[in-house]
């Protein structure tokens, strides 16, 4: 392999490179060249002499030379290919030979090639594509019909597709296959997205190519002949290749089917024709009478074109197995290696050995699918299947097993017959596994095939299900050659826990110990994302083993992870779907996406997921994720949930139940039905057979007794019945596997089922019906029908859960007498409180878990600690945890206690301490410490280690061994710890020293949790914990007290810094948890043991935190807004979204600012401020500091955030959410709650988004505008949230101080940002649309517009109706118009979005309202021009056109003239006016302008906008009506001097003149032209007059001086352009502008033009200004000093200008009074040196007419 850098890419036949890596002969020396390219360059730039030396005399084609490469600014080697003709001249076309570049130069600039330059070859070589041709799709016009053939030329798609994968890729390597003159023919390996994919082959299956033969290659032909090469590029060792491979293909295949192949290939040409004869006869051959175990095929090659390629490809040569690509048929048979084996494997894949013909045949098969691996060509001619897919389940009653796959597999019923290694059967074999189970006999070769698997059995959780097949595969090094080499996994197991992950993960370890060895890692990430980003994974990662939890953690950081993934294992898949859905969504979506690839075809894809329980999660993933899944089911149970059976209870007295099944039986059916009835004994099945038999002409019955007519009722049950009929059948269980029935549609269970394999037995009668999710459109329907009596209530229990989880009705009776069952006394409370319900306030488990989930009084009530003393049960107290049991539980002693934190400390250990001093007195004598001869177990006694202690004897040594040498476990009932002792070390205790209870308590930390659902806490945090609290002092705050439990809310470790005598808090231990990454918060814990409480009678202690003193005894109060029908002024305080935002009432916002001013005055003096150890507890109200307003405010804690301490607030008062850390929380100060929270909740009414979601700047649209201010809202409706409890308002909100009050919903409505829902929207045309009976009116059509609003499938409907409305309007005669037709339109538009809509609508209100002008006051009332003025933002032409027509013609009335211009209609025609429009909406612009100008304000508008320039352009280019528009505008706006002004500096005169002369002068446009005409006139001789004899010619305004005194200072009266002086600087340019007493003045900056103007008296001074250079105009500034105006101009770029102008201007000159600081900065522009410190500036050359080198540098051109 030879590593290339692909320089151009002409097609697949001809690509150009560079040869980077490989074979010593060939690649590059980088230096070699580099130097090479040095000397050419300076050889060729200096100058010569004797340039003609170097010339060539005579240029002729395929020449050598070099030339300069303007480019690549270096000189080049080339070859002379043609001459062009150019004029005069001759260009010469040149291909570099080192860029593989073609340019055209100059003839005369071609250098001779200098012999010292062309010693190293050419660094661009040249490739094709080995083996293919180009093929592409061939059109016969005559037989209409279309096909992909081969072809002369590449099609564009594929050099495209060429050319975009190798600009992709990272890594191109190529395998060299001969050469022919100067190509090397390659195979291109291509490394994308650290996949290599072979381009050659890849082009093959996208149908770009095809396979040829070798002496079809042209490039073949010079093989021979170029020996030499080839003996030179062959000196390199080849990889290994299989001794018995005799063909490039068959390395993909198992060793069996290459031995059965092989013989095939080799046979030479009469096999092959024997061959040929065999495939063109195979419609009269059978597959059948070849070989009965062969499937069928569907498989049809008629063509003979099938047998020429295979003739032709059995010559391929052999290619080595690392670079052929893999498939995933029989991988499983690579890996036997014992004779025995492959036999066993060989009549699994029911390929006979003896028929050769048929094998090569199924090979051939295989062949064309290797050579079409892409799934999305299944449909296509290359497509072939091995076996006749089964619909059909399979089942096997003997061992109770559904299968259902379309490929057919025999189960392992040895470990022989097992798809298993032999290094893994050895380690089977030790772990006492000598055959495979029933799950493991169908699952083994499955997984061994390579198929995706789902299997559900009652040994689900057992990883050996799939672990020995998988690991098998895995040592299969030549599956994977093809998967990127990084440290990503190949395999990924994914548990549902931390335990059962470390459980695999240990069986792993132990299975490979002995094979091959595998890299395995164990990934268990918390949330900590620092923690996931240093995950680092063994080199050559084989098998990870997670959970999927950490696994989406990993998946958000390392996005590439699943990039070598080929099998994913879900252990106990029903488990991972129950509690962890989010997650196994996202991990499915990766996997699909990332081995849904082309590239991934030819690689292991495979899902596997083992499970005890089917659910109906389980549906998707098969459907969705799996590709051809083999299921199997050995729970029958379990089966019927699979196959959709339908559950059905029915409960009824035990007398009743015969006639309760004769009223439930249908019989009047149209369809066939076959009913079986399951009864428990044979005297049920005659009486019930008795009560069925008057009922149904097919009835029967069989029992035991009966054995002898068993297949007489079979011979009656499977005869074929007309449909309607009703066949029932009465037996017993015994008889079920007798019977074998499986076509059974309902199965009713008369007689309760004993155990729970009887029930899955009765189920499967129904196999035949259960659904298939393998074949599409599979909705065959059974039932199951339950009799519930009396008798067999209790016997429920054990199935109710099963009914669950079949989305069975389940009856309330029974839910009640399960209930009732559970509640029975004097059952569980003798028995341990659950610790799972301790720690969490839940049990997970609490139907399997055999501890006490329900508290009794006597039984859970605070225990005593001595003779006085009891538990306290709320307070402060000094703990030492002596034993860690868990990061959150612990047991240790309490030290002291207080009820207050103000009040004194009470010890708690008094009566301990003197314990302890009394045993050691006792045991300080001798005869005291004598050894316990009997040791009795829980017993109390004495232990003598550095101190004596008490303990319990909790188990003895089964054998009976010396006492000296034995060990006892003990439990220390002082601490809590456990230990083993030796029986010599226990004393005995007096009876004295048993009186005081034993002094451990336990401790449990509140509100905290392991991650992910985890029941335990991982053993990392366990550990930590224990290491930083162990035996140490800590302070805590009891919540509650149960037994001998208590549970902490805050456990703190203070630290005493005696050199400053104070204490700090050094940790928390909640925090520490949390922090940790693997706790989160459990808020409900408390609250959930309360409730428990409450349900025994238990007293709760008194909540004493200062929170809760204070102020929890009082009603916390909200603002609340009346339901009246009147408006409210209120101020948005926090936006959210149209459906969630908060007010604030501005009545009472004084009262709220001296609230928080008295709050933030007592927080600054700390006068109420308790302990530093206060800690918020979630839904706590407290005070936290906003930043925003850098105030202290009320609040409420929402959560706890992960990291740092941080909490999510609520202010109450504003309704903002915000992250606080704790150093800015603080308790509530007295008196803080007499103000009700003044945040409302409100929703605005009316309105729904476009689409699901609020567009993002919806936020922004409405909260930029409103904020902070004084809005006015009504109250429509009022209603209360489920979760948080809190009033919600649907208010209508409006604006008051706009003229027309708009609401905030119609104005969101306008923008398009929503839409009103149909059911309020229909409320605008209540009367009309029920009162007129004309289905064509008016109203009627806006009554069915709006009906369709809320509708998005009907918008062509609404279309289709709002284009007949605008018909009928404008065919309305004048006098049938309706007065209230104009205020629906206008109703309509409001609530319409699509453009094409509006603007019909549009039309018909401006045809409707030149028809009623008396009635265009509906118009302002229901705001129409408010709405059409916003529209004219909408950027689609006849929307605008229309617009601007309408309001040209509404501006006649007066008032609504008024209005147009209120609503900033002039804004924003001149707006559109300034952007490229099309012409007729500009046209429509101009007149929509002219009709407005009866307003004075309508000159100041204008001007404010800048549009008289646009206008004078446009006159030329416009005719009639438009150009008589425009002159109207610029006759209104003559009148003032400063728009005559700008009419003049735009040349207006001339163009008026112009005009004049070639209209008549009898028309109204020459009147309006001739007065602009005088306007102008009179302004331009008056300017004329002030300058004397000055020349008014050219731009007027713009009047320059006379030739006699432009010598004279610009400051002179006589001139118009100011005298202006420039300097600049590195940075930027200083222009000071010599105007004193100026006003009016305007200075403008674009990127290369500065405009300033000014008036001095009536003078105009005007400086257009064209730079050399580019600016930045938005740090430019034009300021005024010394009375004069200065200007200035940031450069785009540091560096010196050499003038300020493009062209120059004498008027505008260097001010030499900066010259001394202008020549040390070298900023002169007058001066440049080329030559900088020291450095010469490489210029590029040119070749002047006469030969001679010259340089850019070279200019006499002055600067200014």
Known sequence: MIEIFIIKVEDPGCFWGRITNGFSDLVENANQYQRLEEKMNQFYHRSHEDLEEIKLPVLEQGQICAIYCHELRRWCRAILESLVSSGSSYLAECFLVDYAKHILVKAKDVRRAVD???????????????????????????????????????????????????????????????????????????????????????????????????????????LNSSSKVSSVL?????????????????????????????????????????????????????????????????????????????????????????????????????????????????????????????????????????????????????????????????????????????????????????????????????????????????????????????????????????????????????????????????????????????????MLMDLIRSTRPLSLSLVLVGQDPEETKKIKFTKGCDVVVTTPHSLARVLQLHCLFFIRLSHLVLDRVDILFDEAMDEMATILQCFREATNVPERGSTPQQLIAVGKHWTKRMDSLVKENQSDPYIVITAMAEAALYGNVHQVVQVCLDCEKTSFLLTMLDFTSEVLQKTIVFTNCAEEVDHVFKALGSNSNFCMKVHEGMSMQVSNVMDEWSKKFNPGTHVILVTTDNCL?????????????????????????????????????????????????????????????????????????????????????????????????????????????????????????????????????????????????????????????????????????????????????????????????????QLAVSALYGLEEKIYSRVQLIALPQKAESAVLSNARVKYIDNGQTGQVMQKQLLKLPAKFQVLPPQVVEFIICRVKPIDNEMDWNPQVSRFIKQKISNKSHTAKIVLALGNTLWLNTVVHMAKLADLKTTILEYNIRSEIMNSGFGTDNAEHIERLKDLCRVAELSLPDEDSPLKQLFYGKEIKHAILKNDGNYHSVIISEFHSPKQFHVQLVATRAALCALENEINQKITEKETLISGTYVPAVSDLCLAFCETGKRWRRAKVLSVLDSKRNYKVFFVDFGICSCVSLNNIQPLVKDALKLPFQAICCSLFGVEPVGKNWKPEMKEFVWMPFQDKELQVKVVEQNRKDLTNVVCYHVVVQDPSDAGSLKLSECIIFKGQAEGPPAILNQLFPEEAIVNSHTSSISCLCSSVCALLGDQNSSSLRTTIVEELKNIVLQYPADSASESDLRFLCRLLRLLTTPKEQADVIIAMTHLAKMQVRDLDEIKKEKGIYVLVNLLQVTNAELQESICVALGILSENSDLCTAIINADALKHLCHLLKKPVENNVWEAIIGALAALLSSSRVCEEIEEQEIICHLCTKIQSSKDKVLENILKVLCHL????????????????????????????????????????????????????????????GNA????????????????????????????????????????????????????????????????????????????????????????????????????????????????????????????????????????????????????????????????????
């Open 1534 to 1593: 003559s009148g003032r001097p400063q728009g005559l002004n700008l009419m003049l500096s735009s040349g207006l005169a001339l163009i008026i003149e112009r005009l004049l002369a070639s209209i008549s002068s009898k028309s109204a446009l020459y009147k309006i032209a001739n007065n602009l005409k005088f306007s102008l006139t009179s302004l331009q001789n008056l300017l004329c007059l002030q300058n004397g004899a000055a020349s008014c010619e």
């Open 116 to 222: 010292t330059f062309w010693k190293l070859p050419y660094r661009a070589k040249k490739f094709a594509l080995f083996g293919i041709q180009p093929m592409t799709l061939h059109i016969d016009v005559c037989e209409e019909k279309a096909k992909i053939g081969p072809a002369v030329r590449w099609d564009s798609a594929a050099v495209q597709y060429f050319q975009k994968m190798s600009r992709e890729s990272e890594v191109a390597e190529a395998k060299l296959q001969g050469v022919a003159g100067d190509t090397f023919a390659v195979q291109l390996y291509l490394t994308v997205n650290d996949e290599k994919v072979c381009l050659n082959d890849d082009l093959v299956a996208k149908f770009f190519a095809c396979y040829i033969s070798p002496k079809n290659q042209n490039l073949m032909k010079s």
């Open 1597 to 1760: 305004g713009i009047v320059d001086a006379p030739e006699d005194r432009k010598g004279q200072s610009t400051m002179d009266h006589k001139s118009f352009h100011p005298e202006v002086k420039w300097h600049q600087k590195e940075d930027r340019l200083v222009l000071n502008v010599k105007l004193r007493n100026f006003t009016e003045h305007s200075c403008k900056f674009s990127h290369c033009r500065v405009v300033f103007s000014a008036f001095v008296g009536i003078k105009l001074y005007l400086a257009d200004l064209e730079l050399q250079g580019s600016i930045l105009e938005e740090k430019c500034s034009c300021v005024t000093k010394n009375e004069e105006p200065v200007i200035t101009l940031f450069k785009e770029e540091k560096g010196e200008w050499s003038s300020l102008l493009k062209f120059k201007n004498p008027n505008v000159t260097f001010d030499f009074t900066y010259f001394n600081e202008a020549t040390d900065d070298v900023s002169l522009p007058i001066f440049s040196d080329f030559r900088r410190k020291g450095q010469l500036i490489i210029m590029e050359p040119s070749i002047d007419e006469c030969g001679g080198f010259t340089s850019a540098n070279d200019s006499s051109e002055e600067d200014y």
């Open 737 to 933: 596997k007798a019977l074998r029935i499986a076509d059974a549609t309902c199965v009713i269970h008369y007689g309760f089922p004993p155990c729970w394999e009887i029930f899955g037995a009765r189920l499967c009668c129904m196999i035949d019906n259960f659904d298939n999710l393998i074949v599409e459109g599979s909705t065959l329907q059974s039932q199951s029908i339950i009799l519930l009596t009396d008798k067999d209530a209790p016997q429920t229990a054990s199935i109710l859960h099963y009914l669950e989880r079949a989305k069975a009705k389940i009856p309330k009776e029974l839910y009640r007498f399960i209930s009732d069952l559970n509640n029975t006394d004097n059952v569980c409370y003798t028995k341990s409180l659950c610790k799972y319900l301790k720690a969490y306030g839940i049990c997970r488990d609490n139907k399997t878990c055999p501890s006490r989930h329900k508290l009794h009084q006597d039984m859970d009530k605070p225990r005593c600690l001595s003779g006085e003393k009891k538990l306290p049960g709320s307070g402060y107290i000094e703990i030492i945890p002596t034993c860690v049991s868990d990061a959150s539980s612990y047991y240790g002693r309490i030290i002291q206690h207080r009820n207050k934190w103000e009040d004194p400390p009470i010890s708690m250990e008094e009566d301990y301490l003197m314990l302890l001093k009394d045993m050691a007195d006792y045991y300080s004598e001798e005869n005291h410490r004598k050894p316990v001869e």
């Open 234 to 506: 062959c000196q390199k060792k080849e990889a290994p290749v299989k001794k018995n491979i005799g063909h490039a293909a068959l390395a993909l295949w198992s060793e069996i089917v290459q031995g059965t192949a092989l013989s095939v290939l080799n046979q030479g040409s009469a096999g092959q024709e024997q061959v040929a004869q065999c495939l063109q006869s195979q419609e009269s051959l059978s597959w059948e009478s070849v070989n009965k175990q062969c499937s069928k095929t569907a498989v049809s090659l008629s063509s003979r074109k099938s047998v020429e390629s295979l003739k032709t490809f059995s010559f391929c040569p052999l290619e080595k197995q690392s670079d052929c690509k893999k498939t995933r048929f029989y991988l499983h048979d690579e890996m036997r290696k014992d004779r025995k084996t492959s036999t066993a494997m060989q009549k699994c894949d029911e390929i006979p050995a003896s028929c050769p013909v048929l094998a090569f045949k199924q090979l051939f098969y295989r062949l064309l699918q290797f050579l079409n691996p892409d799934p999305l060509n299944s449909k296509s001619g290359l497509e072939f299947h091995l076996q006749q897919p089964s619909h059909k389940m399979a089942f096997d009653p003997w061992n109770g097993v559904l299968v259902h796959s379309l490929i057919k597999l025999n189960p392992c019923r040895s470990m022989e017959m097992s798809p298993v290694s032999l290094d893994l059967k050895k380690e089977l074999c030790k772990k006492k596994i000598v055959t495979p189970n029933i799950v493991q006999a169908y699952c083994w070769p499955a997984i061994g095939r390579g198929c995706d698997l789902v299997a559900v059995s009652q040994k689900g959780d057992d990883p050996l299900l799939y672990i020995p097949p998988l690991l098998t595969f895995l040592q299969l090094p030549s599956v994977y050659s093809y998967q990127p080499r990084r440290n990503l996994p190949l395999a990924i197991i994914i548990c549902p826990g931390r335990q059962k992950a470390h459980f695999v993960c240990q």
